[in-house]
Nanobody, 120 residues
Framework: QVQLVESGGDLVQAGGSLRLSCVVS????????MGWYRQAPGKQRELVAT???????TSADSVKGRFTISRDNAKNTVYLQMNSLKPEDTAVYYC??????????????WGQGTQVTVSS
């Protein structure tokens, strides 16, 4: 069974920084994609950034230049370094795993979410 455990969410002032971490455990395929999504109140969940086991990254335009995703394959951990935070970054951030190359529904896993609140 695959589990994702996030940490690092907090209340921070605008312009501040936070680093989120997500530890993945269980049966993980050698090729996988880890990442972060977020969901603000009243809005749909949206992609923040992803990184696969080969190191290829994607990110939303709204976070480019401010957020950096990285991973430690030996620790099965993905990180999200968030700088220059804005109030509009306030959301619950969810860790994401696509286990393997093909995105079958049963290969998609989510963490429980961690709250990030940015005050103005």
């Amino acid at each position: 069974q695959v589990q994702l455990v996030e940490s690092g969410g907090d209340l921070v002032q605008a312009g501040g920084s936070l680093r989120l971490s997500c530890v993945v455990s269980g049966s993980i395929f050698s090729f996988n994609t880890m990442g972060w999504y977020r969901q603000a109140p009243g809005k749909q969940r949206e992609l923040v950034a992803t990184i696969n086991s080969a190191g290829s990254r994607t990110s939303a335009d709204s976070v480019k230049g401010r957020f950096t995703i990285s991973r430690d394959n030996a620790k099965n951990t993905v990180y999200l370094q968030m700088n220059s935070l804005k109030p509009e970054d306030t959301a619950v951030y969810y860790c994401y795993l696509r286990n393997g190359l093909v995105a079958r529904p049963q290969d998609i896993y989510w963490g429980q979410g961690t709250q990030v609140t940015v005050s103005s």
